[in-house]
């Protein structure tokens, strides 16, 4: 499970960004120098904005080992599956339980105190007889998956599995499997598991597009290593950016849910009343209640579907960071006199930076340039462009209208793969 730690003042759209994590090698010394100003004033902007958003990861739920040492009365509710059985939570654990599995994986990591305590300096000052620190350390971690396949195909987060050297599934039923790693992809969080078993039970996948907030929500997975539990609750909302969430890195539009999930939720379906996985649980805001996040399965259907067949996901990216524009920061923007663009436009995506030799700088695209189109779509957030690029297959046309100077220009961009050093 990932925790994001967020302190927003107001709107938190800092750099939101379609390529966050360029690779620094296409940074080059001049031009880097180049943005410097700009970057420093629009920085100043921003932290005038009070924006601030500072993510962290938590893996699912790990230990350290040494190896050395409701509807109102005026508006009745119009879900059947409730209204027809009271009891529909037991009704749908009954029917999906089976399919949700314990995941189990461990890792091998560098024990950051050896180098201390093995330094020769250290030993001369302290004496030979300090205790002898392994330089490497076992990690443990929980998490959770749900079948998706009667022939042991299993969903999951990329982060309950990435890095790791064994991976054990344990199904409800006490069955354990060793696990392989068909794919995973960090950039959305999925991640594919497959078991050598058949004749398993399956879930069903239901469409995340047809959600609508305030509707029954359940979780069920293995928080704390707590197995096959069961909590319930409602959608409190859909279409949260990455940004919003904390996490800007990561291309997803979640669901909200105030049903309780916690660390060892990770992979975890969300279901509906009909017991249809909706979402994969993934992350919760730190020092909250209240708030968990889940990756759509319509987004999750897309990825796996890659996942199986290659083993990897080609995302396409531009070279770009950029931030909504509203009439807040256009006056803070216009009203700096250091400020070394102007803005006319209080609508659109602004251009913050553009990547050396990344498609948006082959393309044309400068700092200061606004997107008001992107496929003849009007593009009104940073969330909207990054989903037009999403939608774009690496090495066709996105077409851009941008506003340079109170010009109208057209634009036709070429996205390329994502590198994979780049997340």
Do not use: C
Not at 225 to 254: C, F, K, W
């Amino acid at each position: 499970m990932k925790i994001v730690n967020q302190d927003f003042e107001h709107d938190p759209h800092p750099l939101a960004d379609v390529d966050s994590n360029l690779p620094t090698s296409q940074l080059d010394q001049s031009q880097q120098n180049t943005w410097k100003k700009p970057l420093t004033y629009l920085g100043l902007i921003l932290a005038g904005a009070g924006i601030t958003v500072a993510s962290l990861r938590l893996q699912p739920h790990f230990q350290v080992l040494q190896p050395s040492l409701p509807a109102t009365a005026s508006q009745p509710s119009v879900n059947l599956a409730t209204d027809s059985n009271p009891n529909f939570i037991t009704a749908v654990v009954n029917q999906v339980g089976s399919a949700v599995v314990r995941i189990d994986s461990t890792r091998t990591i560098k024990n950051p105190n050896a180098a201390i305590f093995n330094d020769p300096l250290i030993q001369q000052f302290f004496g030979y007889n300090l205790p002898k620190v392994p330089s490497q350390e076992i990690e443990r971690g929980i998490g959770s998956g749900f079948i998706i396949d009667s022939n042991g195909e299993i969903l999951t987060n990329a982060h309950v599995v990435n890095g790791a050297d064994t991976v054990s599934v344990t199904l409800k039923d006490g069955r354990s499997f060793k696990g392989k790693v068909m794919g995973a992809d960090p950039v959305t969080d999925v991640a594919v598991v497959r078991i050598q078993a058949d004749n398993l039970s399956a879930v069903k996948l239901g469409d995340s597009n047809k959600l609508q907030p305030g509707a029954w929500a359940i979780a069920i997975g293995n928080p704390l290593g707590l197995d096959n539990t069961v909590t319930h609750g409602i959608i409190s909302a859909t279409g949260r950016s990455s940004t919003q969430v904390g996490m800007p890195n990561e291309r997803v539009d979640y669901i909200q849910t105030d049903a309780p999930i916690n660390p060892g939720n990770s992979g975890g379906p969300l279901l509906n009343a009909s017991g249809q996985v909706i979402g994969i649980n993934t992350a919760i805001i730190q020092n909250s209640q209240g708030l968990g996040f889940a990756i759509p399965i319509n987004t999750a259907k897309k990825i796996t579907t890659q996942l199986i067949t290659t083993g990897k996901v080609t995302h396409p990216y531009l070279g770009i960071q950029m931030l909504t524009l509203t009439p807040e920061v256009k006056e803070q923007i216009n009203s700096d006199p250091n400020s070394p663009i102007t803005v006319e436009e209080s609508q659109g995506v602004l251009i913050v930076k553009v990547a050396p030799k990344s498609p948006a700088n082959t393309g044309g695209i400068r700092a200061g340039d606004v997107i008001v189109k992107a496929n003849n779509q009007t593009i009104t957030n940073a969330e909207e462009l990054q989903q037009a690029v999403e939608n774009t297959s690496a090495g066709n046309n996105l077409q851009l209208k941008i506003l340079r100077n109170g010009e109208t220009l057209n634009l036709n961009l070429r996205p390329k793969v994502l590198p994979a050093n780049a997340k």
